[in-house]
């Protein structure tokens, strides 16, 4: 049926088994997965830094408050405005490492063999009579002539 498609659309279409398209389908996700244990590392040591800055930081709050609150000074009150705002944007850099992270794990191994631009000219009925052979063949034939007579007048 194909093959009468593409003789028809003067185009090339070569049929794979679905065992050969899953075979292909499971080498892909073998070789993604290499690259996902690579990432899952990478992320579980970016995480694991993000919770040590957030940890620094916070010791680095507490000293800088108790400096700030004995000297009164107002650069130390700056200070830890700055440390505070680091400490806010290491959190935000870590839920952007988690949706970075769930980016990376998607799937993007199946691909679509779809063709949306294909164009056919001829009529609907042509193209049936293409896919489906047996069609054709199977319309029955009716016969409209009918002779009046004079006695149905």
């Known amino acids: ?34 690259d996902m244990d690579d990432s899952e590392k990478d992320y579980n040591k970016i995480r694991t830094n993000l919770y040590e800055l957030l940890g620094d ?22 200070v830890v405005a700055t440390l505070l705002k680091t400490v806010a944007d290491i959190n935000k850099d870590l839920m952007d490492l988690h949706k970075q992270v769930k980016d990376v794990n998607k799937d993007e191994t199946v691909h679509n063999h779809n063709t949306t631009n294909a164009i056919y000219v001829g009529s609907t009925s042509e193209l049936q009579d293409l896919i489906n052979p047996d069609r054709s063949r199977n319309k029955e034939i009716i016969d409209v002539n009918h002779e009046v007579k004079e006695d149905d007048k």
């Open 1 to 34: 049926m194909s093959d009468k498609i593409s003789e028809a659309l003067d185009t090339s279409f070569e049929a794979k088994k679905p065992e050969e398209v899953k075979k292909e389908l499971m080498q892909s996700r073998k070789e993604v997965k290499v």
């Open 57 to 78: 930081g916070k010791e680095a709050i507490d000293g800088i408050l108790k400096v700030a609150s004995e000297g009164d000074a107002p650069r130390a009150y700056e």
